[in-house]
């Protein structure tokens, strides 16, 4: 028997929060709890695929609306999460506990996601095959990739990523829930006018943004049989200590430099 705990939504910023999914790591791969969390990003970021070139990103319009840029360690295009159209969740736990197959691993991980779509009534599947995609740099226009991208009527409505570090697998992910194309066009540099490929809960089910946080607490609960927890003090003091030194750095964010590792 393991122990798991659910942190429930809170609002963080872009380098905090992936902060907190490294430190995360670090608990779980030293035998602490294992942890599903439910997230959302305060001021509104746009988020980087580790191989991301920076040049993608319109800095200037980021700056002028006020959206905050931090690179993440999965691959994958950029997106653009905020309080009022994004839902963001990870999973964490040692990486022993799960297939090390990327395909075995992402479909076992993503099953409370399915279980909270059911929950709301939204007909989510994995993409059924790869399609060509509008704009690379963008997730949301990407090709689908049947491992990892759920759409509703061929439209993407969740994108998936996996890494692993510190001897544990760490998956996050969002859920669109309302659309915001404009944002999400103009945080890049040339990206075309194509959000509306994109599905939302809102569009599909009509239901407030609080029952479907609920949804998906509920669901990785159930998945992972955890209790409602918390980030201990220590926790919280190396995650401010990573978000500082690591994802707030233009090293790490424009030159993909982790400055917290010796030079190789």
Same mark, same amino acid.
């Given at each position: 028997m393991t122990d798991w705990r659910l942190v429930r939504e809170e609002a963080r910023t872009g380098p905090m929060n992936m /902060?907190? *999914? @490294?430190? /995360?790591?670090?608990t779980a791969a030293a035998g602490g709890p294992r942890t599903v969390r439910v997230y959302r990003w305060e001021p509104g970021t746009?988020?980087?695929g580790y191989r991301q070139d920076p040049a993608t990103v319109d800095w200037d319009y980021c700056e002028r609306a006020g959206i905050d840029v931090v690179r993440r360690q999965t691959g994958g295009g950029g997106i653009y999460h905020d309080s009022v159209g994004d839902?963001?969740?990870s999973i964490t736990?040692?990486?022993? @506990?799960f297939p090390g197959d990327l395909l075995a691993s992402y479909h076992e991980l993503c099953d409370p996601l399915f279980g909270a779509f059911d929950r709301l009534g939204v007909d989510a599947q994995f993409a059924e095959e790869p399609t060509e995609? /509008?704009?690379e740099p963008a997730c949301y226009l990407r090709a689908r990739n049947p491992a990892h991208d759920v759409v509703? *009527?061929?439209a993407k409505i969740s994108g998936n990523a996996q890494y692993r570090q510190h001897d544990a697998v760490i998956?996050?992910?969002s859920i669109t829930y309302a659309a915001r194309p404009e944002r999400h066009r103009r945080v890049f540099a040339g990206a075309p006018d194509a959000f509306d490929e994109v599905a939302t809960v809102e569009d599909c089910t009509g239901v407030e943004r609080a029952r479907a946080v609920s949804a998906l607490e509920d669901a990785l609960r159930e998945w992972a049989g955890a209790e409602a927890g918390s980030w201990t003090a220590d926790e919280l003091a190396a995650a401010r200590s990573l978000a500082a030194e690591k994802y707030q750095s233009d090293a790490w964010t424009r030159e993909r430099r982790d400055p917290t590792q010796p030079e190789r």
């Amino acid at each position: 028997m393991t122990d798991w705990r659910l942190v429930r939504e809170e609002a963080r910023t872009g380098p905090m929060n992936m /902060a907190l *999914d @490294e430190v /995360a790591a670090r608990t779980a791969a030293a035998g602490g709890p294992r942890t599903v969390r439910v997230y959302r990003w305060e001021p509104g970021t746009l988020s980087l695929g580790y191989r991301q070139d920076p040049a993608t990103v319109d800095w200037d319009y980021c700056e002028r609306a006020g959206i905050d840029v931090v690179r993440r360690q999965t691959g994958g295009g950029g997106i653009y999460h905020d309080s009022v159209g994004d839902i963001s969740y990870s999973i964490t736990a040692p990486a022993d @506990e799960f297939p090390g197959d990327l395909l075995a691993s992402y479909h076992e991980l993503c099953d409370p996601l399915f279980g909270a779509f059911d929950r709301l009534g939204v007909d989510a599947q994995f993409a059924e095959e790869p399609t060509e995609g /509008a704009y690379e740099p963008a997730c949301y226009l990407r090709a689908r990739n049947p491992a990892h991208d759920v759409v509703v *009527d061929g439209a993407k409505i969740s994108g998936n990523a996996q890494y692993r570090q510190h001897d544990a697998v760490i998956q996050h992910g969002s859920i669109t829930y309302a659309a915001r194309p404009e944002r999400h066009r103009r945080v890049f540099a040339g990206a075309p006018d194509a959000f509306d490929e994109v599905a939302t809960v809102e569009d599909c089910t009509g239901v407030e943004r609080a029952r479907a946080v609920s949804a998906l607490e509920d669901a990785l609960r159930e998945w992972a049989g955890a209790e409602a927890g918390s980030w201990t003090a220590d926790e919280l003091a190396a995650a401010r200590s990573l978000a500082a030194e690591k994802y707030q750095s233009d090293a790490w964010t424009r030159e993909r430099r982790d400055p917290t590792q010796p030079e190789r």
